[in-house]
């Protein structure tokens, strides 16, 4: 696997600072929780989403990793809500005692491309932004300096931990460990796997706070950064104004689910 | 003794070596459990163990970080908002486990399936605003059967979460306390929380 989506090319989108990236997907996320007209999913789709992703030259990989991830959950929603959508009653489709309804299908619909948008939103920035990059941001933005720490050697130690789990595998397969077959035997195969991972992992904890100590890592003064963003006047204008939008648009939806006195359902 | 300097008593240093480290072992243990097609998550290891040692905050952390970085590495965006429930079960291992539930086996079982309650009281709304009431996987069909047998979607979501939590979460925290019998008592006499685990006469034990 992957240890991160990041793609790293030359576009615009890519050479914006991660927090616009993020206010951008924020500002989506949002939009299409709190805009309650069924087709306000693939019109952010086609219309925001997919231009910025040919922008950022990372159109192939969002529409790909969108549809995969999503799929699955399209096909149980169709299934479970299209089928069994509590107090539908319009039957488009009768097979043996099972029926097809109207109103479940228009739920599985909405649900399903909403969640198209917020996979697409998210990946805009998974894949424009080194996770190290974020991290950084988060901080200069106030975050305390110990999340970045966290975040990046928890990106730096994956792989490593990966290729380790891997090399358990192995081992105790060759010792005739079984790992496949009935239920029991894969249960029985699950604390020989894990222990010896979860110890060497624990081995160098200790280590670790020690080299910590040792660079005063603790210390309460500004730390340089290796790596150096690049940020502009117009987007910290940008980053305001998306997120005075998204408040706009949470106070507006209140508002008119207030007025119809309905109660906060979606749809 | 403040909140505050509960805090800054929690977040030693070893508690920040020890967190990216509990985020890895969630997210590996997680994938080793997938490739064993087991029938449950396990993810929380690292958060429980991280709760247990250090106190319910960096265990909360874990879990929301764990969750998260997820999302990220694997383009799974949709499972971001779970962070929440992440959180939640790291608060409740350091609840637990101040209470200490880790001495005793029965305790931690008990814990175990109290916070699967919590965790699937909370995974529920998320489940149902987010996804429609459906995860994608096999448990999909209690969903169905739920809402087939007249259960709304929230209600359908909150049973299926009462019969997949409580199971992987008693699971996960016997692992854990496995997991700290395992370790050296001068290794976690070095965390914070040390006397959730250690009993009297083996702190002393430890420390000399």
Request: charged share 10%; with cysteine.
């Amino acid at each position: 696997m992957n240890q991160s989506f990041f793609l790293d090319r030359a576009s615009g989108w890519h050479a914006l600072h991660p927090l616009t990236k993020l206010a951008v997907a924020l500002a989506i996320a949002v939009t299409v929780f709190c805009v309650r007209w069924n087709y306000i999913s693939v019109a952010l789709f086609v219309f925001i989403i997919l231009p910025i992703a040919v922008w950022a030259k990372i159109w192939r990989e969002v529409l790909r990793t969108t549809f995969t991830v999503i799929l699955p959950l399209a096909i149980s929603l169709v299934l479970v809500q299209g089928f069994f959508y509590p107090g539908a009653t319009d039957v488009i489709w009768q097979i043996g005692p099972f029926s097809l309804k109207r109103e479940g299908l228009e739920f599985a619909f909405v649900t399903a491309t909403r969640l198209m948008v917020i996979a697409g939103a998210g990946l805009l920035v998974v894949y424009a932004t080194h996770p190290a990059d974020l991290a950084r941001a988060l901080v200069q933005a106030g975050a305390p300096y110990s999340l970045a720490y966290i975040i990046v050697t928890a990106i730096q130690l994956l792989p490593e931990m990966q290729a380790r789990a891997d090399g358990i595998l192995n081992a105790q397969q060759a010792r005739g460990l079984e790992t496949t077959g009935s239920l029991r035997v894969r249960i029985a195969a699950f604390v020989p796997l894990i222990a010896p991972l979860v110890y060497g992992a624990l081995e160098n904890v200790q280590e670790r706070a020690l080299a910590l100590d040792a660079r005063a890592f603790r210390a309460a003064r500004p730390k340089t950064s290796w790596r150096e963003l690049r940020d502009s006047q117009a987007q910290r204008v940008a980053r305001v104004l998306l997120i005075i939008f998204s408040i706009l648009v949470v106070l507006v939806s209140l508002q008119a689910a207030l007025w119809q006195n309905s109660p906060l359902v979606l749809r | 003794m403040s909140f505050s300097e509960r805090l800054q008593k929690d977040f030693t240093t070893i508690t920040l070596a020890l967190i990216p480290v509990a985020v890895v072992i969630n997210i590996v243990v997680g994938q080793i459990v997938a490739t064993l097609k087991l029938p449950i998550y396990v993810d929380s290891i690292g958060t429980i163990l991280v709760g247990a040692l250090c106190g319910p905050l960096p265990g909360a952390i874990t879990g929301a970080i764990s969750n998260i970085l997820w999302a990220y590495i694997t383009g799974q965006i949709q499972t971001a908002p779970f962070a929440l429930t992440a959180f939640v079960i790291g608060l409740c291992a350091g609840f637990f486990a101040s209470k200490g539930v880790f001495k005793n086996i029965a305790w931690t079982i008990a814990a175990g399936l109290a916070t699967g309650v919590i965790a699937a009281l909370v995974s529920a709304p998320i489940l149902v605003y987010v996804n429609g009431g459906v995860t994608g996987t096999g448990t999909d069909a209690i969903v169905a059967y739920f809402q087939a047998t007249g259960a709304n979607l929230i209600q359908a979501a909150t049973i299926q979460g009462f019969i997949s939590d409580p199971i992987d979460k008693t699971i996960s925290y016997l692992i854990v306390w496995l997991i700290l019998r395992g370790m050296s008592k001068r290794l976690i006499s070095q965390f914070p929380r040390s006397q959730n685990i250690l009993t009297e006469e083996s702190q002393v034990e430890g420390t000399s």
